[in-house]
């Protein structure tokens, strides 16, 4: 049963593919997103070129743009491809359990790439095409899982069937994972993230 609020069919419709088919055996696609990641967390975003990540994944430059077209689609895709964590698949039966499980999993990631994120987010602002390649890439596709686990809850009747929070479920979830690091110095672990989830999430959405 849908609800308006998720938008969870818009969000699906704005995702774009990544490139073109890759010519790469998944290996050597692997070797290039791995190249990208580790350049990107030596030298941060804007000093990334296409150059580097061709000589460390001994690639040429041509193929990468063959294949990515644009340093903000490789990092965008190279971070969907190899995240630590999806929210793919988290049905536990209950809305309780769905976004416990899902606070498990951020947890996870946030733990590992916390750092990464952070530097990303920051460059978004100069770079409006790495924005839209994150968005595309890594935001539609999770934020599509968390409109499945509202409509469902709204299907069992734990949910009113119009929940204007359910819209901002991705914004609470990005919200938690950024702002820790800044308010107390720490990352969002999964204690955290429980608490979050339990007296601010829930309530938010409206749970009975």
Do not use: C
Request: charged letters at 25%; glycine letters at 6%.
């Amino acid at each position: 049963m849908p609800i308006e609020s998720t938008g969870a069919t818009s969000r699906t419709a704005q995702t774009a593919p990544t490139g073109k088919r890759s010519r790469f055996p998944p290996e050597r696609e692997a070797e290039v997103y791995a190249a990208t990641l580790e350049l990107l967390r030596e030298t941060g975003y804007a000093a990334l070129t296409m150059e580097a990540v061709a000589t460390r994944a001994r690639a040429s430059k041509a193929t990468l743009y063959r294949q990515w077209q644009s340093k903000p689609r490789l990092v965008a895709t190279a971070l969907r491809r190899t995240r630590p964590v999806s929210l793919a698949g988290v049905n536990t039966g209950s809305l309780y359990g769905d976004l416990h499980e899902t606070a498990r999993r951020v947890a996870h990631g946030a733990a590992q790439e916390t750092a990464l994120l952070s530097g990303l987010a920051h460059a978004i602002l100069g770079d409006p095409e790495l924005g839209l390649a994150l968005r595309e890439t890594v935001v539609v596709p999770e934020s599509a899982e968390l409109d499945v686990i509202v409509e469902r809850a709204v299907a069992r009747g734990e949910l009113p069937t119009h929940s204007p929070a359910a819209a901002f479920l991705p914004h609470l979830m990005v919200g938690a994972v950024t702002a820790r690091p800044l308010v107390e110095g720490d990352i969002a672990d999964e204690d955290y993230l429980a608490r979050y989830i339990d007296h601010v999430v829930l309530p938010a959405l409206g749970r009975p």
